[in-house]
């Protein structure tokens, strides 16, 4: 019998995780949300301390006698077993690329709140926040939503950024506009005026069965003011 995968995260939170959550959900793949059990914070804690290979921080995931940390490297393993990465390497090579270059998205997203320290309150630097949005708002997301529209525009549009296939870059980027949106609403209005190719897409993911599926039930958790996405109007000018 093949043993369900455990994926390790923060039970309250979409965060990291949600991008690993949305892969599963896609591959119909048996898994568990470990920390989101009784008792599963310390399942959690522990895990990280044990194993040839332990992950810095969650999420990690466990596939069998393997443990996986690493967003990207979880999406890259996922996406070879369950048909969300092309099969040559170069395909596969590419998709990890483009996943790479959401988690820098990613990161800028968090250090707009969390520009000078994450064991801080936002309250404890807003003003630097404030800095930090605004040039993400005015020139970051601009320039990495432009850059992903043009994949999906070039050299003629498509459904999803390798074509017709979706891929697990494609989910991440659906989670990315979905927090975008929810954090800086007005910036995020605009780029998808000026790129309805983003707005495609995002449809196109969440009408997916599963992933549609998902996204109903209660095992999709709602952006909260704790996560990587928060919305802080005062940031979103």
Same mark, same amino acid.
């Given at each position: ?15 990291? %995780? ?32 044990? %194993? ?174 704790? %996560? ?10």
């Amino acid at each position: 019998m093949v043993q369900p995968y455990e994926l390790f995260y923060w039970p309250s939170i979409q965060g990291r %995780g949600e991008f690993v959550r949305l892969a599963l959900e896609e591959a119909g793949a048996d898994y568990v949300d470990v920390a989101r059990r009784d008792g599963g914070v310390d399942l959690l804690m522990a895990a990280l301390e044990v %194993g040839d290979h332990p992950s810095f921080a969650p999420p990690f995931l466990k596939a069998g006698e393997q443990t996986i940390g690493q967003v990207a490297n979880i999406l890259l393993y996922l996406g070879e077993q369950h048909g969300l990465a092309p099969r040559t390497e170069p395909g596969r090579l590419w998709v990890h690329q483009l996943q790479l270059t959401i988690a820098d998205l990613v990161t800028e997203a968090h250090d707009t709140h969390h520009p000078i320290a994450s064991m801080l309150y936002y309250e404890d630097q807003k003003p630097e926040a404030k800095r930090r949005a605004a040039d993400f708002v005015e020139t970051r997301i601009p320039k990495f939503m432009g850059y992903f529209a043009r994949l999906l525009a070039n050299p003629e549009p498509r459904d999803y950024l390798l074509g017709e296939r979706v891929s697990y870059a494609d989910l991440s980027l659906f989670q990315v506009i979905e927090g975008l949106r929810y954090a800086f609403p007005n910036a995020m209005k605009k780029v998808e005026q000026e790129h309805p190719e983003l707005t495609g897409l995002r449809d196109r993911v969440a009408a997916r069965p599963k992933i549609a599926a998902y996204l109903a039930s209660p095992r999709r958790i709602p952006f909260n003011q704790d %996560g990587i996405f928060r919305r802080y109007p005062e940031l979103d000018a």
